[in-house]
T-cell receptor, first 111, second 115 residues
Framework: SQKIEQNSEALNIQEGKTATLTCNYT??????LQWYRQDPGRGPVFLLL?????KEKRKERLKVTFDTTLKQSLFHITASQPADSATYLC??????????FGSGTRLSIRP | DTGVSQNPRHKITKRGQNVTFRCDPI?????LYWYRQTLGQGPEFLTY????????KSRLLSDRFSAERPKGSFSTLEIQRTEQGDSAMYLC?????????????FGPGTRLTVT
């Protein structure tokens, strides 16, 4: 069956360092992959989308890589700040109408 | 535009009662999705509309759940004969498929507690 795995353990990072989150998937051949941010009690917010023919995408302090051979995406936040503390969700679309989310990784940036 | 809105934000109901939630998507968005999210998990897909047509429904969605989008604008999600296992956050999202842009915009969710 199709499966998305994100590190279920919380990630604690010192402010200013680079945070790296991992998303692995099995039994998919996705055309694209998305990353969302979710704060407690709120809906997810879209951050970045990367397509299967793209190796890397950047937006300000965010960088996403997509390795379709390894079936893995890495999400990086450089120069991390306490305001970056949130849960980050990886999402894949097995069809045009359906998006499957991972369980998310909780990131904490300590001052 | 004020984004996706959902009402109510919180609902407490007794087991066996019916509940209905409403979602108002971003006005120009033709796609609307419902998800359910429990603590520590990512959103779980429930169903999807393109305009007023319900095009996909999760196999996990029991017959007690029904969703409508009568005029291709707002949508309602009804749960009949609620059970304690239905307690969760119910999220609505919308998107507009153009040039391959398919990011979804989520509402704040409706938190359901079944006692």
């Amino acid at each position: 069956s199709q499966k998305i795995e994100q590190n279920s353990e919380a990630l604690n990072i010192q402010e200013g360092k680079t945070a790296t989150l991992t998303c692995n998937y099995t039994n998919y051949s996705p055309a694209y992959l998305q990353w969302y941010r979710q704060d407690p009690g709120r809906g997810p917010v879209f951050l970045l989308l990367i397509r299967e023919n793209e190796k890397e995408k950047r937006k300000e302090r965010l960088k996403v890589t997509f390795d379709t051979t390894l079936k893995q995406s890495l999400f990086h936040i450089t120069a991390s700040q306490p305001a970056d503390s949130a849960t980050y969700l990886c999402a894949l679309a097995p069809s045009a109408s359906k998006i499957i989310f991972g369980s998310g990784t909780r990131l904490s940036i300590r001052p | 535009d004020t984004g996706v809105s959902q009402n109510p934000r919180h609902k407490i109901t007794k087991r066996g009662q019916n509940v209905t939630f409403r979602c108002d998507p971003i006005s120009e968005h033709n796609r609307l999705y419902w998800y359910r999210q429990t603590l520590g998990q990512g959103p779980e897909f429930l169903t999807y509309f393109q305009n007023e047509a319900q095009l996909e429904k999760s196999r996990l969605l029991s017959d007690r759940f029904s969703a409508e989008r009568p005029k291709g604008s707002f949508s309602t999600l009804e749960i009949q004969r609620t059970e304690q296992g239905d307690s969760a956050m119910y999220l609505c999202a919308s998107s507009f498929r153009a040039s391959g842009d398919i990011e979804q915009y989520f509402g704040p969710g409706t938190r359901l507690t079944v006692t």
